[in-house]
């Protein structure tokens, strides 16, 4: 049943409408645990759509395997997705640094607000981010290391290729996950993908996740995948930066392992046709993050790598 959790007038006689999907189990069946789906904070981040549109249809095509309340909000952000931008329009605030909100304050506090207290209660929630236009992201969830003992093994049924787990940073505190983790909401943040665009297998394989999630937690009685079992790693992490401005040409393919000093690609000058750097591995590791936007200046981010801390 779609629901509007939240609306804000707007001139011109418009109106700012936060809206969600609840899906439940038959009539006569216990709403069972609740689950929430959100994605859409950031507007220039659409991964989260093509899931939220498959887990629609698969949910609402066998309503008989459903034991549980699916919560899908698919725009947090409605304004940013509808004028392609990453923050706010207008306010130019970045929503995922809002939360948890104040009721009685600007705009953007207040639906923050009410996202927060309309999810809160829920068993499990997951926040579904992309990546930038100019990074591709293997499919991972991040975890604040507070809260690694309870997020931990709920990420592992997600059927992503990475955990990592981080250290506490001031800026996370005002994010819908840290939020929702401090009054004892657990949410998972999950990055994958691109900017801007649709990752078809990372959607479907996040998809295959959620349902087994959901089966391990008693929701789900469908048909479900194997999953794989992702690599854990903390803060070993190496970042690769471009030394010059050029075009990045990569030599390999994202998600794959590296050597220490394997050339990963060059940053070539179009005008002279030299190579301003040639882009090595500092380390042996996972490069599970790469440039995807080929423009590139002093500084700018090209890589990460994660280089030690495998767990399983």
Same mark, same amino acid.
């Given at each position: %049943?779609k629901?509007?959790? $939240? ?10 409408? @936060? ?17 929430? #789906?959100?994605t ?11 899931? +939220? ?6 949910l ?5 395997h ?5 919560? @899908?909000?698919?725009?947090?952000n ?9 923050? &706010? ?18 705009? &953007?506090?207040? @639906? +923050? ?10 068993? #499990?929630?997951?926040?579904i981010? +992309? ?11 991040? #975890?604040?290391? %507070?809260f ?22 001031? $800026? ?6 840290h /939020? !929702?983790?401090? #009054? ?7 990055? %994958?993908?691109?900017? %801007? ?8 394989? !996040?998809?295959?996740? @959620?349902l ?8 789900? /009685?469908?048909?479900?995948q ?6 854990i ?11 010059g ?6 030599? &390999? ?11 990963l690609? $060059?940053? +070539?000058?179009?005008l ?6 040639? $882009?090595?591995a500092?380390?042996?590791? !996972?490069?599970?993050?790469l ?5 590139v ?16």
């Amino acid at each position: %049943m779609k629901e509007t959790i $939240v609306s804000v007038q707007l001139p011109v006689q418009e109106a700012l409408e @936060i809206e969600r999907n609840r899906l439940t189990p038959p009539v006569g069946q216990d709403g069972g645990k609740r689950i929430c #789906i959100v994605t859409g904070i950031h507007g220039d981040e659409l991964e989260g759509q093509y899931l +939220a549109y498959r887990l629609n249809r698969v949910l609402q095509a066998h309503p008989e395997h459903l034991h549980g309340t699916v919560d @899908i909000y698919p725009a947090i952000n409605p304004l940013g997705i509808n004028s392609i931008t990453r923050g &706010v329009p207008l306010f130019d605030l970045d929503m995922n640094r809002v939360f948890p909100g104040s009721e009685n304050s600007s705009m &953007v506090e207040h @639906i +923050a607000h009410e996202v927060v207290e309309d999810i809160r209660g829920a068993d #499990i929630c997951i926040d579904i981010h +992309a990546s930038n236009i100019f990074l591709t992201e293997l499919p991972q969830v991040r #975890i604040n290391e %507070m809260f690694e003992t309870e997020l931990v093994p709920l990420a592992k049924e997600l059927n992503i290729d990475f955990i990592w787990v981080h250290a506490a940073a001031t $800026v996370l505190e005002s994010t819908l996950a840290h /939020s !929702l983790n401090s #009054i004892g909401t657990k949410c998972l943040v999950v990055e %994958m993908g691109v900017g %801007m665009r649709l990752t078809r297998a990372y959607g479907d394989q !996040l998809l295959e996740g @959620i349902l087994n999630l959901m089966k391990t937690q008693g929701m789900w /009685s469908g048909d479900t995948q194997p999953v794989r079992e992702p690599i854990i790693g903390r803060n070993e992490v190496a970042f690769l930066n471009a030394e010059g401005a050029g075009i990045f040409i990569s030599e &390999v393919s994202h998600n794959c392992m590296v050597e220490q000093g394997q050339t990963l690609g $060059v940053i +070539a000058d179009p005008l002279t046709g030299q190579d301003v750097q040639v $882009v090595t591995a500092p380390e042996k590791g !996972l490069l599970f993050t790469l440039r995807d936007y080929p423009v590139v200046y002093p500084g700018s981010l090209l890589g990460r790598i994660l280089t030690g801390g495998f767990e399983k």
